[in-house]
């Protein structure tokens, strides 16, 4: 079956809102320019080391912001993913035959450099790789750490069709896990594709648990895809009974014309609420606003105990 996008009206914005110049975003989804070379710096370091990061590639809107404060979500396997995911702006084909080897000590080298003291590490969708990439995440957490002495973060595939490969992630030992649900139930397979499984999310951040109860897991979801408030509250709490200990919520925003549209701009003050709700179900750490991501700030929720 083909997937295709859903046909919908314009994206709804609060009565009264301040619109943008453009006549189109609300204004408090506008972002000054960081007035720094520090983002030339990371950029130009990136492509020292031959890295890929998911800044770049999904089109994040705090990508200046990050790399003006010389930091980056590393983004291993690739640039091209293996899901047909209607929201992500990462290139979809068909991936190289065989991770790069050496890209563990490449990562680790920049993280070096950079002088991280909390690395991330994502990666592209390869359900072509039988292991579905879960060693060579777990090659690239040991060789950041044994270079660095950084704290680890690593925001993973769902190993969907290899669910036993989660084991070799663990056994690194990274300090936090995250694979974002991204949506609630009634949309998951529309936003994340039809090989993605809301069942196998919730209970994969209960395995990591299993394995290592000294990881923390961590989740997030992007609102404005068409979510009902009590779908919504429901997904969170799915979250918080498979001891999911961090959560991040922020605004989808559409990466391009062929990309599934935004339904609504979800105003500041209801992420200010919805942060103070779930903080009341039991999440150790919430960070919620527009510009969220799920790798935002990520060294001040995994500092927090």
């Known amino acids: 079956m083909a997937f295709r996008l ?4 314009e994206p709804e914005i609060p009565a009264g809102t301040d619109v943008s110049s453009t006549g189109r975003l609300p204004r408090w989804l506008k972002r000054p320019i960081p007035k ?16 890929e990061t998911v800044c770049d590639n999904a089109k994040c809107p ?3 912001e990050c790399y003006s404060q010389q930091t980056a979500t590393f983004m291993v396997l690739g640039n091209v993913c293996t899901r047909p995911c209607g929201f992500c702006a990462v290139s979809r084909g068909r991936p190289p035959a065989a991770p790069a080897v050496d890209e563990p000590d490449r990562i680790a080298k920049a993280a070096e450099r950079l002088g991280l003291k909390h690395v991330v590490i994502t990666s592209v969708t390869r359900d072509d790789l039988p292991d579905g990439g879960a060693d060579h995440f777990h090659n690239c957490v040991i060789a950041v ?7 680890t973060e690593v925001l993973t595939p769902d190993f969907v069709h290899c669910k036993e490969a989660l084991a070799r992630v663990i056994e690194a030992k990274p300090t936090v896990f995250n694979h974002n649900m991204e949506t609630v139930p009634r949309l998951y397979r ?3 594709g039809p090989k993605s499984d809301y069942a196998w999310t919730l209970e994969m951040m209960r395995q990591v648990k299993r394995y290592d109860a000294e990881v923390k897991t961590k989740s997030g979801l992007m609102l404005g895809l068409g979510e009902e408030r009590g779908e919504l509250l429901d997904a969170l709490s799915d979250l918080r009974e498979h001891d999911v200990d961090f959560l991040t919520l922020g605004q989808y925003l559409q990466p391009g014309e062929k990309y ?3 339904v609504r701009y979800v105003p500041p003050e209801e992420f200010d609420e919805l942060a103070d709700i779930a903080k009341s179900m039991g999440f150790k750490k919430v960070a919620s606003g ?6 935002y700030h990520a060294r001040d929720m995994a500092e927090t105990e």
């Open 6 to 9: 859903p046909v919908v009206a």
């Open 36 to 51: 720094s070379n520090s983002n030339h710096l990371t950029d130009s370091l990136m492509e020292e080391y031959g890295l």
């Open 62 to 64: 705090n990508r200046m």
């Open 145 to 151: 750490r044994e270079r660095t002495g950084a704290t």
């Open 190 to 192: 529309r936003v994340r």
């Open 260 to 262: 599934l549209p935004v």
């Open 290 to 295: 527009p510009f969220v991501r799920s790798s």
